[in-house]
């Protein structure tokens, strides 16, 4: 009987992209760059919906393909020459863990100010275990968030996309082989920063086009230039939201050069001791000595 045995490759991320996973990527963003602007580009003789009315279309579309993504990295082998699948029971668990303990951390904040402490987790997470992964992360983790804090509501898919698309860009930050210590640290409480402000940004503009009673320096126009859409958009964002997006992005600097080290070498430790980048290869038992 043949048992299978590493082959020496050092441990990498469960889940690296491919074509395949490229593909369902970007048209997964492409869908939501379209769902989130497409009230900018409507004429003055458009019907305007609110999220309310659009929310379960792009929820129904946005399953299908977070589920494309996990599909192409199961299909994907990790060397050109079919090594094991990209997506694997241990991979799975990984993925099922991260997103509990993300859905867990979100409530401690409970919105106040807005503090939400598992950016931090979101961002270390995608960077040590890459884009693809992260993407899925960080959607699951929004949509296990909702069903435990029954956040549930036509702003539930836009969520999942924003920070899927966080967790995106922490896999692919600069350095992920050979960047350590403070220098990753400052990095990834840099980003983390940065997309806790763009986080809140994007969401802003999911609601932005159908509030009303909003002044007119900062209200929607329906059918105005883009450019002069764009201006009103970023004075409602400084008037209304940066109050709360700035504690946010302080919160997962601070926890960022806090705890990045401890959480940083748990997931590489996990990474490493599952050998998700191995590819398993075949030999025969070891001869039995004779008898006698």
Request: proline share 9%; aromatic share 8%.
């Amino acid at each position: 009987m043949s048992r299978p045995v590493p082959s020496g490759v050092p441990a990498g991320r469960p889940v690296p992209l491919g074509r395949r996973s490229v593909t369902a990527l970007l048209l997964t963003s492409l869908v939501g760059v379209t769902a989130f602007g497409w009230p900018l580009l409507a004429s003055t003789k458009s019907a305007l919906v609110g999220h309310a009315t659009d929310a379960p279309w792009l929820f129904a579309l946005l399953l299908p393909m977070l589920l494309a993504v996990v599909i192409a990295q199961i299909s994907e082998g990790r060397t050109a020459g079919g090594g094991a699948p990209g997506l694997d029971a241990k991979s799975v668990a990984l993925l099922g863990v991260l997103a509990a303990a993300g859905a867990a951390l979100r409530p401690l904040g409970a919105g106040t100010a807005g503090l939400e402490p598992m950016f931090f987790l979101m961002v270390l997470s995608g960077r040590v275990l890459g884009p693809g992964f992260g993407f899925v992360l960080g959607s699951l983790s929004m949509f296990a968030s909702a069903l435990l804090t029954g956040g549930v509501g036509p702003w539930l898919p836009f969520q999942m996309l924003a920070m899927g698309w966080v967790c995106l860009g922490a896999g692919l930050l600069p350095g992920s082989a050979r960047l350590r210590g403070r220098r990753e640290l400052w990095l990834l409480a840099g980003y983390g920063a940065l997309a806790s402000v763009l986080y809140g940004t994007i969401m802003n503009l999911q609601g932005w086009p159908y509030i009303a009673g909003l002044s007119g320096s900062i209200s929607f126009v329906p059918g105005d230039p883009l450019p002069a859409n764009l201006v009103r958009f970023a004075a409602y964002c400084l008037t209304t939201s940066l109050g709360w997006d700035l504690p946010r992005a302080a919160l997962t600097v601070v926890l960022c050069l806090t705890l990045g080290t401890a959480v940083l070498r748990a997931l590489r430790r996990a990474t490493r001791r599952a050998a998700f980048d191995a590819p398993v290869a075949f030999q025969p038992p070891d001869s039995q000595p004779p008898s006698g």
